[in-house]
């Protein structure tokens, strides 16, 4: 794609001043100390890895512009989808409105389409990021637990313990990775950086252990803003006792699930104080076809889908040809007449987001039943991994 600047790679040797110039930025803009290297210790490190995945502008020999890029897999219900991770979008003040980003942002969408990229994500303000193809999606359930809430848990589960996991504890991290990759979602995270990775935007990872000293669980807890953001157990009984123990250790608290686990939502719900859901962050899918069969097939795993059939067109891609028979899933791009027409961002609001979306799109009667129980799709990324 040509630009009016010079895109480059970031060279190793100068990720310190990139790094600088990222935490300047967001100091300015947020407030307080920006640490890249604290905050994401396992992405963002001093590698070649790293730098071959950072894109910048220079002016006068300086970096006042980047963008940093986290590649992953995600592994959905058995499919391996590559997924990008738009990290750390900087621009010096001084040097705002020249249109830096806008040139990297296409270099980095470039660099998605030649990689065979299925779909990319990235935080970051909405409206900001629809100029690029990123919309709002994805679904996480989220819950406020205080000590009453909790009472009514107590007199029912066995006594966990709570030790903050240490790097040098190999079982541990061991026997937590082996739950998390057990997760009908998930990105790929190697072993040797798994704890690394749970430690992100400061965090803190905890093992969960019963009388025995036997694992039983883990979760991953944010002091500052008393939320849990990742929590695992060996079964919904361990689940349950470590919420007890949770809210006895921290008092009153946040938490957040992915829809898929049913059983650790049905526990909640009847007695938390707050429950809602809300979307995950701004994805971008360059390939609907293979994220989208992937995302109905995980959903069939944990909920049974009623027999049908729908066609969506998709402008500027395609018709996607949608089916649940007996509960197995298909999703193929077709020549079908679409029964449904949408926008990209339509597309994603309909399918995989929570919310009014589904009121607005224009769908035959008919059709209804199949989308209120198909949709919204098991797009979901666990905090520790959003880059």
Known sequence: MTNLYNVEKLKFED???????????????????????TLFPAFLNNTQECADNHWIIREKGRIVACIGDVPGVMNISGEKIKVGRVTGVATHPHYSGKGYMKAIMNEVLEHYKNEGIVASYLEGLRKRYQYYGYEIAGISCEFNINEKNAKLLSQQVS????FDMKKEDTQAIKFAKKLYDKELVNFERKENSFYTILTHLKNT???????????????????????????IAKSVQHF???????????????????????????????????????NSGNWLVNDWEP??????????????????????????????????????????KTTSIPDIKLNAFEASQLMCTPGSAIYKAK???????????????????FTPDTA
């Open 15 to 37: 990720i310190d001043e990139c790094f600088d110039l990222r935490d300047f930025v967001f100091m300015k803009s947020y407030g307080g100390i920006f640490d890249s290297y």
């Open 159 to 162: 006594e966990v313990l709570l």
């Open 205 to 231: 990872p905890y093992i969960a252990k019963n009388i025995n000293d036997e694992h039983v669980g883990y979760f991953v807890y944010n002091h500052e803003k008393k939320k849990v953001v990742e929590i």
């Open 240 to 278: 349950e006792s470590m919420i007890v123990s949770i809210v006895e250790k921290y008092g009153d608290i946040e938490l957040i699930l992915p829809p898929w686990r049913l059983d650790y939502i049905n526990t909640l719900v009847p007695i938390c104080e707050r429950f809602y859901e809300k």
């Open 291 to 332: 994220f989208i069969y992937a995302l109905l097939k995980a959903k069939t795993t944990y909920m049974n889908l009623p027999d049908g059939k729908i066609n969506i067109g998709i402008e500027d891609y395609g018709t996607l040809t949608m089916e649940v028979k007996g509960n197995e899933a298909t999703c193929v």
């Open 363 to 381: 769908i035959p009667n008919e059709l209804l039943p199949i989308v209120f129980t198909w949709f919204p799709l098991p797009l979901y990324i």
